[in-house]
């Protein structure tokens, strides 16, 4: 039984910065993406960051150069940083994983997936104020 469980999520103004955890366990498919997603009340979901089979690493535009993900392997743990923090970040975040697609990044793989896919989390809220 695959269970993703987010954790770190909180309020902050502009400019700051949050970790977001995800604790994996009964995961062990290695030709998995896996990584993060958000979804904004009336908006759709989006792929924020994530890893491909091979760990090559893809992100959403909006959040390049501002979010790094990265795993702890030995922990079963994937994490997101999140520095420069926009009102438009505001965002339920999600931990997912799916099979890779071929021709897609990991990040897109993440952006399409439905409930039928893959598997992800309850969510960690994240709120950013101006």
């Known amino acids: 039984q695959v269970q993703l469980v987010e954790s770190g999520g909180a309020s902050v103004q502009a400019g700051g910065s949050l970790r977001l955890s995800c604790a994996a366990s009964?995961?062990?498919?290695?030709?998995?993406?896996m990584g993060w997603l958000r979804q904004a009340p009336g908006k759709e979901r989006e792929g924020v960051a994530a890893?491909?089979?091979?760990?090559?690493?893809s992100y959403a535009d909006s959040v390049k150069g501002r979010f790094t993900i990265s795993k702890d392997n030995a922990k079963n743990t994937l994490y997101l940083e999140m520095n420069s923090l926009k009102p438009e970040d505001t965002a339920m975040y999600y931990c997912?994983?799916?099979?890779?697609?071929?021709?897609?990044?990991?990040?897109?793989?993440?952006?399409?997936?439905?409930?039928?896919?893959?598997?992800w989390g309850q969510g960690t809220q994240v709120t950013v104020s101006s």
């Open positions: 997912a994983a799916r099979k890779c697609v071929v021709g897609m990044t990991a990040v897109q793989a993440l952006s399409v997936m439905t409930v039928f896919d893959g598997y």
């Open positions: 009964g995961y062990t498919y290695s030709s998995y993406c």
């Open positions: 890893f491909d089979s091979d760990g090559r690493i």
